[in-house]
């Protein structure tokens, strides 16, 4: 009952500095990945930096995944329910 949570993020660098395809990682693990952590960063080092609705991550998502966690960090509340927003329409989600 163990699986695998995602960072998006960690994911982003790691592929870049280990020079492997992030998607591989989706794909590949499909059947395991329990959850994601969603933020955005420029590939090079994490920042947990606010993702947009045309983040590289959201095709690969398994929307019938129980576990999302918005990790962005120094949000505004107004900012972070914008992120909630774009996550749940991403999901088809309401709240």
């Known amino acids: 009952n163990v699986k ?13 500095t280990l020079k492997f395809d992030p998607k591989d990682v989706f794909y590949k693990c499909k059947n395991y990945i329990g959850g994601y ?5 420029n590939g090079i080092s994490d920042t947990n930096s606010s993702f947009s609705d045309k983040a ?16 962005v960090y120094d949000l505004s509340k107004k900012k972070f329910l914008n992120l909630k927003k774009i996550l749940l329409n991403k999901l088809n989600k309401t709240f």
């Open 56 to 71: 590289w991550f959201w095709k690969y998502l398994n929307k019938k995944t129980d576990y999302f966690s918005v990790e």
């Open 4 to 16: 695998l949570l995602i960072d998006v993020a960690h994911l982003k660098v790691s592929s870049r």
């Open 37 to 41: 952590h969603l933020s955005d960063n």
